[in-house]
């Protein structure tokens, strides 16, 4: 005959006593055992006769679910005492329990009349403490184990957690080792796995804002530890987080070397698999981030501050809407924005008048670190940027924009608020374009379906999920901006994704719906220098990669072919996108940063 398998289910709390049962019997294999016990925890200065009434309704509520639910043994007791949980703890010397299940009041307070520490280190089994009421809502869950004695346990108290929700599998490490490029030796079913750098508290609370339920290993309490208290990490997390804590202890723990992090092994995996496992858990929208005040406070608990740059170069007609509308949503109504800027290159309408206007302080890029002397183009005053910019998370987005929202910013910041590991966001949206003063549902966006994604798709297919490479509405971490080279022209966009995928992989890049974006049409010997400086940029990484030369020597003038009442013939321009290099390389910039 079967042994089944037994589940001491202990609770103080009894008014979600179903949904208490099913969690239990879902633990367990089809023989799953549930033996059901109330826990009435009397004062020390009160005699325990006086617990005779709330036992009596208690028992009365658990016969009833115990009718219903023929997984729950005949059995059905309750303990009354100001340490009921030692009566639990002896029960389960008597009888082959295999886990121990009860709600939890956390490290701070005893449960059932004992500290946690004593009924992790003197359970003879598996011990599963839930705090909270927020697991049993429909909802993700956050494996915060990388491995090591709890991780079968920790794994399947995750899997009935989520149900069909998401599991996140996220180890967080203090400081980057070797170790932190690696991924989990593990075959347990999770949807996103997450690594983190840094503040290890910090972290697990901001990738729990995303999830119901918090699992977490008490790793050292064994059956072979005489002694311990709670750990720091499961002290604060608890004491910060809003969601319930899971705690799992395994009575016999397994081998943590078996589970020691190591490369993952994909090398048969085909790049479509892995481009489609990254765009489905890097592509986020907007409206995810809608909530301001949450980023506010996601913001203001990190301790970041954020800044935005608008690059210009005569753009007087949607210039005073992009600010006054950033502005008065983003700075004065919730100060998300620390700083907002205009870097503009050398208007010559009223571009730079309008946003002076504001009170917004206003560069010319030439004007900025005037000892690297100055290059035309849009890259060259971003690269400037990040000198005059005083922020940790900076943000560009593009100043011709006709149906500008708070969105093109907030969408962009959100991800490298909610993930750590994101270094850099993308945006990208519906692009109608004007033609005259007729709007036309499709047609913006040639270069990129022309141009940057076929080259994406055949040089970089890891990248191919990119929706919108060109796009002009993008965000990263100055720790990793200020270590890229830009382009000055044209390129400026392809180059900052090539080399930050370079540096940080896929799983630090995200991109985001940002809905629509509506702007004038460009015309189309604009769109072939455009697509010129790209392909430069292209052959220029192809180039590092390969290590070979392309480029020396080549041709660097595009003849555009004019045709105009009067003229035909062919025009030349120069197209040849200067690299600046990484900016945390250049002397003033370093002095500044001291």
């Not at 006593?17 to 009435?40: K, Y």
């Not at 005259?436 to 499709?442: D, F, I, P, S």
Request: proline share 6%.
């Amino acid at each position: 005959m079967t042994k089944p398998f037994r589940i001491l289910l202990a609770l103080g709390d009894i008014t979600a006593l179903e949904t208490w049962v099913a969690f239990a019997v879902a633990l367990g294999p089809d023989t799953a055992e549930v033996h059901l016990r109330g826990l009435v925890t009397m004062p020390a200065d009160i005699s325990l006769s006086e617990g005779a009434l709330q036992a009596r309704q208690m028992r009365a509520v658990m016969d009833q679910v115990a009718h219903n639910q023929p997984s729950i043994h005949d059995e059905v007791r309750v303990y009354v005492d100001h340490h009921p949980m030692r009566s639990v703890i002896a029960e389960s010397f008597e009888v082959p329990f295999d886990v121990l299940l009860s709600d939890w009041s956390g490290p701070y307070e005893n449960t059932g009349g004992l500290e946690t520490t004593e009924i992790l280190r003197d359970s003879p089994c598996d011990v599963v403490l839930i705090s909270g009421k927020s697991w049993q809502q429909l909802g993700n869950v956050l494996l915060s184990l990388r491995g090591g004695p709890n991780l079968s346990l920790g794994t399947r108290v995750a899997e009935v957690l989520a149900d069909s929700a998401m599991i996140t599998l996220f180890h967080a490490e203090p400081v980057r080792t070797k170790a932190s490029l690696l991924t989990f030796n593990t075959q347990i079913p999770v949807k996103r796995t997450v690594m983190a750098v840094g503040d290890v508290i910090e972290l697990i609370l901001l990738e729990a804002t995303q999830h119901k339920a918090i699992v977490m290993g008490a790793g050292s309490y064994t059956k072979n530890s005489p002694t311990g208290s709670v750990d720091s990490v499961i002290h604060q997390v608890y004491k910060r987080a809003n969601q319930s804590i899971i705690l799992v202890r395994a009575y016999q723990p397994e081998e943590i070397m078996f589970h020691r992090p190591r490369p993952l092994n994909r090398v048969n995996e085909p790049f479509s698999v892995k481009v489609d496992r990254w765009f489905a858990e890097n592509t986020f929208h907007s409206y995810e981030f809608e909530d301001l005040s949450a980023l506010l406070a996601m913001k203001q608990k990190q301790g970041v501050t954020i800044g935005l740059a608008l690059p210009t170069l005569n753009e007087e007609k949607t210039v005073a809407s992009v600010i006054s509308t950033i502005k008065k949503a983003l700075m004065d109504e919730v100060p998300l924005l620390d700083e907002l800027i205009l870097i503009d290159s050398n208007s010559t309408d009223q571009t730079v008048a309008i946003a002076e206007s504001f009170g917004i302080p206003v560069y010319k890029h030439p004007e900025i670190i005037p000892e690297m002397g100055t290059f035309p183009g849009k890259g060259e005053a971003l690269w400037k940027s990040l000198h005059v910019l005083k922020s940790d998370l900076i943000a560009w987005i593009d100043t011709d924009i006709t149906n500008i929202h708070p969105r093109f910013v907030y969408g962009i910041i959100g991800p490298l608020l909610k993930r750590s590991v994101v270094q850099y966001v993308k945006g990208f949206y519906q692009r109608p374009i004007l033609v005259g003063e007729q709007l036309q549902a499709v047609g913006g966006g040639r270069v990129t379906e022309l141009v940057a994604r076929p080259l994406l798709n055949l040089f970089y297919p890891e990248l191919s999920g990119i929706i919108q490479p060109l796009s002009g509405e993008y965000a990263g971490r100055r720790t990793a901006l200020e270590q890229m080279p830009f382009f000055t022209g044209y390129g400026v966009e392809t180059g900052l994704l090539l080399d930050l995928h370079e540096r940080y992989g896929l799983e630090g890049i995200a991109q985001v719906d940002l809905e629509e974006r509506v702007h004038h049409n460009q015309p189309l010997i604009n769109l072939s220098k455009m697509s010129f400086a790209i392909h430069q940029v292209f052959i220029s990484r192809l180039e590092k990669r390969y290590g070979i030369q392309l480029l020396e020597g080549t041709n660097r003038t595009l003849k555009l072919v004019i045709q105009e009442p009067g003229r035909f013939g062919l025009d030349i321009a120069e197209i040849a996108d200067f690299e600046r290099p990484p900016i945390d390389t250049v002397t003033a910039y370093r002095d500044q940063r001291k």
